[in-house]
Nanobody, 127 residues
């Protein structure tokens, strides 16, 4: 079983920055990627970003492109999400997630394609 643990959430003013981290207890041979989702109250869980462990290719939701950056440290089994120019609509619980198989592009955005989830960390953007 793979366990994911997020950290780094908090309260920030609009225009501010936060950095999230997610550590995986292990990486199996079929874990090609790891990513972030978020869920605001009353909303469905939505895709934010994903990165491939090998090669580092990244994918972003349109709503965060140019503001968020996902990166990884393979030696530490850790993925990061640097969030800049935060907006009130970024307020949500952010979840780290990993699939247990390779995903094609059309599958990246669907939470039900991910098998391992962290407990979530709250990000609140408010003045």
């Amino acid at each position: 079983q793979v366990h994911l643990v997020e950290s780094g959430g908090g309260l920030v003013q609009p225009g501010g920055s936060l950095s999230l981290s997610c550590v995986a207890s292990k990486r199996t041979n079929n874990m090609y990627t790891m990513g972030w989702f978020r869920q605001a109250p009353g909303n469905e869980r939505e895709f934010v970003a994903q990165i491939r462990w090998s090669g580092g290719r990244t994918y972003y939701a349109d709503s965060v492109k140019g503001r968020f950056t996902i990166s990884r440290d393979n030696a530490k089994n850790t993925v990061y999400l640097q969030m800049n120019n935060l907006k009130p609509e970024d307020t949500a619980v952010y979840y780290c997630a990993a699939p247990s198989r390779g995903l094609i592009y059309s599958e990246l955005h669907r939470p039900d394609n991910y098998d391992y989830w962290g407990q979530g960390t709250q990000v609140t953007v408010s003045s």
